[in-house]
């Protein structure tokens, strides 16, 4: 197996250049696959003549045949000195994708690379309808984009009516500086194609697991439906500020798999939050009467305070981080 230097990662991630030419991760691979997806055919379309480029000599475009839609991109980064048992795979949450696990906007290292550091294989997907994996006919024609000051009160940055003075929770950990770059990091999203999500993202389990899965947000409802899917091959589940748990219905049948649950800052009280967070809290009744093991850890009850929605960009990120790694330690998936 050949050995990659971090800077070879210079070509592929743009826009993460400096964070890995600065860490010293050594690869044994990288590369990138689509899974999943499925074929329709469209039929009774009229012929169209399209100009691809302005000026350009116009070309006849037949809309009627074949096409492959729902397939999802991975991306892979495969550790020199491997320390996890498992490879670890991270699902984005909604309106985004895979990029957030990587350089985070005020330019620092991710959790990509806070945990390739620590000896795991990672992949980092782009949800079906996300980024890489591209735009499907099959989705509609509605998708659901946030303006600019939404994210900063639905994600925690600040209260409710905040946004328009930027202000934030007191002691809030969000890279504030840095708050349109991660505007810039939004993508379209629907809301009818969850089943499609899920199909492609146990098509990907189905290719790379035995693995750990880590979700954040959306992704937490998808985590908990693969795991369900394929209590076989999901070893362990973290689940950062999922926006729902598993159904406890089937928690017996996935009871020997350890869940960790993380939530930030202000989740307890906020009038959305904390109803999205007693879903969580539900599930952990439900899930241990089963006889599971599920950690639920509000961040500040253990120390790590001023955390926002998307906790792996917050400036104390690592501390999260470091929690979730000696989780997996103590569980026997990984070592120090």
């Known amino acids: 197996m050949r050995r990659i230097l971090a800077t070879a990662l210079l070509a592929l991630l743009p826009a993460t250049t400096s964070a890995y030419a600065q860490s010293g991760v050594a690869l044994r691979d990288m590369g990138s696959f689509h899974v999943g997806g499925r074929h329709i055919e469209i039929k009774g ?19 009627n045949g074949v096409y492959q ?5 991975a991306q892979y980064f495969l550790v020199q000195r491997r320390k996890g048992k498992l490879p670890l795979l991270m ?54 984009v946030l303006p ?43 809301v ?6 899920v199909a492609a993202y146990i098509q990907l389990v189905d290719k790379v697991c035995p693995c750990i899965v880590m979700v954040h947000s959306q992704s937490g409802t998808f985590g908990y439906q ?16 999922p926006t729902l748990g598993g159904d406890p219905k089937k928690a017996a049948t996935v009871k020997g798999t350890p869940i960790l649950v993380v939530i930030g800052d202000n989740a307890k009280d906020h009038p959305r939050w904390k ?44 501390k999260v981080a470091d929690l979730i790694q000696a989780w997996l330690v103590k569980k026997g998936l990984g070592r120090k």
């Open 275 to 318: 109803a999205i967070r007693q879903h969580s809290v539900n599930y952990q009744t439900a899930f241990q009467a089963a006889g599971g093991n599920l950690d639920l850890v509000d961040l500040p009850d253990v120390g790590i305070k001023g955390n926002s929605h998307m906790v792996r960009m917050d400036q104390n990120s690592d």
């Open 192 to 197: 009818t194609t969850d089943k499609q999500i």
């Open 148 to 190: 600019l000051g939404d994210p900063w009160e639905r994600f925690r940055v600040g209260p409710i009516g905040s946004f328009a003075k930027r202000e934030t929770y007191p002691g809030a950990q969000f890279p504030v500086a840095s708050y349109d770059q991660f505007m810039k990091q939004g993508v379209p999203r629907w």
């Open 69 to 73: 839609v729902e397939q999802m991109y």
């Open 45 to 63: 379309q009229p012929v169209k003549e399209v100009v691809f480029t302005p000026g350009g000599v116009p070309a006849k475009v037949d809309p």
């Open 91 to 144: 699902w984005h949450g909604g309106g985004l994708s895979g990029v957030t696990w990587e350089t985070k906007p005020d330019g620092k290292p991710g959790w990509l690379n806070y945990f390739l550091k620590k000896g795991w294989d990672v992949y980092v997907s782009d949800a079906m309808e996300r980024g890489r994996s591209g735009w499907s006919p099959t989705f509609g024609p509605d998708p659901v």
């Open 226 to 241: 693969v795991l369900e899917a394929r209590p076989d091959k999901i070893k362990a589940l973290i689940a950062v500020e």
